[in-house]
């Protein structure tokens, strides 16, 4: 009876901490169908249209969609951004993956000279904020004329050292038995790395391109440093682009950029423990 008692106490806590973890989105999704009327008379005290405190609605009072129509139909800078952040990340992960997958194995399976220092070195850059990398990334941009250019962006994230270090793990584990086997059988290290790594790391692959896209999606500082132009924006920097007058398009165009990043995560959630499990295994 006690275990049993124990047991509901503990499922009552684990949802109610679900609840307030799923509060924001939820959040979001009620503010999306509200009106400015009564997003104001809400959040007035916060957007300084009233005074006294901000309250909320789990529900909104008169639900609507008008939001979502002004945006998707009345707001063409929208999808501007939307596709901009689009080619942006498409390229980053293209980037990434012809550049960290090989590394990645190079530093897993092959004898380099200093291999063990450089991958030392490739986590050391990984720890490295991009605060403490702009100065010097601006300057190099700038003398190859990329500032106020895409490729301004895409180019650093593209040599990140964050997707090495997940998939580093995944090859460190294939077996060297089966790689002495494909060795006998006349393989030559291309074939090995085409044949056996990849199929056999492609987990590490999918959790690291899940947290890329993550966090090419998201990025914000390095879009404000390196462009000018807002037309070269992307979807991340929709929102601090919106006054506190419209807080419905806020709401709703935070819905939308939340969407392709929740979609990546739930298909790739299982590689994704996978990676994060085997990240901290330490050799």
Avoid at 150 to 162: D, G, K, R, Y
Wanted: net charge neutral; aromatic share 14%; hydrophobic share 55%.
């Amino acid at each position: 009876m006690k275990k049993k008692i124990r047991k509901n106490i503990f499922l009552i806590f684990l949802s109610l901490l679900a609840f307030f973890i799923c509060f924001p989105v939820i959040f979001l999704l009620v503010g999306s169908l509200m009106g400015s009327d009564e997003l104001g008379h809400y959040l007035g005290a916060v957007l300084g249209t009233s005074e006294g405190y901000a309250s909320w609605a789990l529900l909104p009072t008169w639900p609507t969609l008008k939001a979502y129509v002004e945006l998707l139909l009345d707001s063409p800078e929208f999808f501007v951004m939307f596709w901009n952040s689009i080619r942006m990340t498409g390229l980053i992960l293209i980037g990434q993956l012809l550049c960290g997958v090989p590394a990645a194995w190079g530093f897993a399976q092959l004898k380099i000279p200093f291999g063990k220092l450089l991958f030392n070195l490739y986590i050391i850059l990984m720890l490295m904020p991009f605060q403490v990398t702009m100065l010097s990334n601006y300057l190099t941009l700038n003398a190859l004329h990329l500032v106020n250019t895409q490729w301004a962006v895409i180019l650093p994230a593209a040599f990140s050292t964050f997707p090495v270090f997940i998939m580093y793990h995944f090859f460190r584990s294939i077996p060297k038995e089966i790689m002495e086997s494909a060795q006998l059988d006349g393989a030559n290290k291309f074939q090995i790395f085409l044949h056996i790594g990849l199929p056999l790391g492609s987990s590490g692959i999918v959790s690291a391109l899940v947290l890329s896209f993550l966090d090419a999606w998201n990025l914000i500082e390095q879009p404000m440093t390196f462009l000018k132009d807002k037309s070269l924006w992307p979807l991340s920097l929709y929102l601090p682009d919106i006054s506190m007058e419209n807080a419905g398009l806020a709401f709703v165009a935070s819905v939308i950029t939340l969407i392709p990043s929740l979609l990546v995560f739930l298909a790739g959630q299982n590689y994704l423990e996978q990676g994060i499990a085997a990240s901290a295994v330490k050799e």
